[in-house]
Nanobody, 117 residues
Framework: QVQLVASGGGLAQPGGSLRLSCAAS????????MSWARQAPGKGFEWVSG????????VYVDSVKGRFTISRDNAKNTLYLQMNSLKPEDTALYYC??????????WGQGTQVTVSS
């Protein structure tokens, strides 16, 4: 069965950085597009970024472009999200998902990111 375990969240100051990881198992990771999404307190679920199965293309929501970088290591079955220049509005529970932006079939448990001074 599909398992997606996100980690790497925590507390960061505005302008700081965090790197999220997502360990995937139970499916062919190297054949699957992957996504990150988030849910801020009191707000809806927001897709954030996606990457093709071979890493050849990436897509971002406008609010994180130029600050976040999605990547993957198919040899390690791991998805990453490097988050730089963090803002308080980036505070959310972050989830990794199996599939592209419009085709996610499974989400893992979230990892909390809090941006505060």
């Amino acid at each position: 069965q599909v398992q997606l375990v996100a980690s790497g969240g925590g507390l960061a100051q505005p302008g700081g950085s965090l790197r999220l990881s997502c360990a995937a198992s139970g499916f062919s990771f190297s054949s699957s597009a992957m996504s990150w999404a988030r849910q801020a307190p009191g707000k809806g679920f927001e897709w954030v970024s996606g990457i093709l199965s071979d890493g050849s293309d990436t897509v971002y929501v406008d609010s994180v472009k130029g600050r976040f970088t999605i990547s993957r290591d198919n040899a390690k079955n791991t998805l990453y999200l490097q988050m730089n220049s963090l803002k308080p509005e980036d505070t959310a529970l972050y989830y990794c998902g199996k599939g592209g932006r419009w085709s996610v079939t499974a989400w893992g448990q979230g990892t909390q990111v809090t941006v505060s001074s």
